[in-house]
C-alpha cells in the first residue's frame, strides 16, 4: 500500500514539476490579453489653447476640457483581436463654446501584443485608414527600446522613443516620447480675408499637424496609465506661408482620470502576477514536496514490510 501512495505521489510531483513553466511560458500567454469589453472615459485639460473658431470666423484663447470616451465592440472581436472604439469631444469652458471639435476612431488590434490589425471598418472619422504600430496598449512586458504607435492626426505610426522610467503615483512606470513632424492632414478653403489676405473670395489652405506625444506605461500590463500631448496645428497657403493657428496647445491628463487608470492597472497586475508567477511557484514547489514524499515513502517501503 504504502509503495502504491509513493507511486502517486511520485507522478503527481512530477506532473506539477512539469505543469509550472507551460502554465508561465504557454498558458499565461493565452490568458493575459486586452479584454473584448473594455470601457473607460478620461479627461485631459488643456489651459490657454489658441484655435481657430469656425462660427466667430477667428482665433480663440481658452481653457480646453478634453472627454475620451474608449469602449469595445464585443460583437467583432474574433480570433485574436478586439475592436475598440474611441469618440473624443473638445469643448471650450472659458468662452463657453461646445463641441469645437469631434474625433471618432474605430481600431482592431491583437489582443496580446497591441499591434494594430486592419480590419473591422478601422478609420478616423469615417475614412478608412491603414493601421500598423501600437494602437492603444504595448505588448505585455514592455522593453525599453522603440515601438511604433499609431498616432490618429496624422493616420500613420510614427517611432515613440523610450525615454527613461518614472513613478506615477507610485506605480513604477516606462517614460515614451513620440515626434510627430509636420503633416497636412487636411485640405479646405477658407475666406482670404480671415486669414489676412488680399486676394478675393475663398482660397486653399492646408491644416498641417506636428506634435509631440508623451506616454507613462506600466511595463507588465503594457497599459498607458498617463498621456501629454502638445499639438501645433496651422493653416498654411500653397507657398507654404503659416496664416493662422488651427489649434495649438498642450492637453494633460486629469489627475482623477491617472488616479482611475493606475487603479485598474493595479488590478489588472495582480491577475497577471497570479497567472504567470504565483500559480507556476505553487505547482513548482507542490510538485518537488510531493516528489520528495513519494521518493522518501518508496525508499522506506521495503524496510517497513520486511
Not at 507522478?11 to 498558458?27: C, D, M, N, R
Not at 481657430?52 to 469595445?72: C, E, H, P, W, Y
Not at 489652405?205 to 506634435?211: A, E, I, L, P, S
Request: proline share 5%; with cysteine.
Amino acid at each position: 500500500m504504502r509503495r502504491a501512495v509513493g507511486v502517486v505521489l511520485l507522478a503527481i510531483g512530477a506532473f506539477l514539476i512539469v505543469l509550472a513553466p507551460l502554465i508561465k511560458f504557454q498558458v499565461a500567454g493565452k490568458l493575459v490579453q486586452a479584454p473584448a469589453d473594455y470601457y473607460i472615459k478620461t479627461r485631459l485639460t488643456a489651459e490657454n489653447a489658441r484655435y481657430f473658431n469656425k462660427g466667430a470666423l477667428k482665433v480663440l484663447t481658452g481653457n480646453l476640457d478634453i472627454t475620451v470616451t474608449t469602449r469595445g465592440d464585443v460583437a467583432q472581436a474574433k480570433d485574436d483581436h478586439v475592436v475598440w472604439d474611441q469618440f473624443t469631444a473638445v469643448n471650450d469652458v472659458t468662452n463657453n463654446k461646445r463641441g469645437i471639435s469631434f474625433t471618432e476612431f474605430r481600431s482592431a488590434f491583437n489582443k496580446y501584443n497591441g499591434a494594430g490589425v486592419t480590419c473591422c471598418g478601422a478609420s478616423v472619422d469615417k475614412e478608412p485608414v491603414q493601421l500598423e504600430g501600437q494602437i492603444f496598449l504595448f505588448p505585455f512586458g514592455v522593453e525599453k527600446k522603440t515601438y511604433k504607435v499609431f498616432n490618429t492626426d496624422a493616420h500613420k505610426a510614427f517611432d515613440a522613443t523610450f525615454a527613461g522610467e518614472d513613478t506615477v503615483n507610485g506605480l513604477k512606470v516606462y517614460k515614451f516620447e513620440q515626434k510627430v513632424p509636420p503633416t497636412v492632414t487636411q485640405t479646405l478653403s477658407a475666406p482670404a480675408s480671415v486669414l489676412g489676405m488680399a486676394d478675393p473670395g475663398d482660397i486653399q489652405v492646408n491644416r498641417v499637424y506636428d506634435g509631440v506625444t508623451t506616454l507613462w506605461v506600466e511595463p507588465t500590463t503594457g497599459a498607458p496609465v498617463k498621456q501629454e500631448q502638445q499639438r501645433h496645428e496651422v493653416l498654411k497657403t500653397a507657398d507654404g506661408v503659416e496664416r493662422m493657428p488651427a489649434l495649438i496647445a498642450t492637453a494633460v491628463m486629469t489627475p482623477q482620470s491617472v488616479s482611475d487608470l493606475v487603479s485598474a492597472v493595479r488590478d489588472n497586475l495582480g491577475q497577471i502576477t497570479l497567472i504567470g508567477t504565483t500559480i507556476p511557484l505553487i505547482s513548482l514547489i507542490l510538485g518537488v514536496v510531493l516528489l520528495v514524499a513519494g521518493f522518501l515513502i518508496m525508499r522506506g517501503s521495503p524496510a517497513r514490510e520486511g
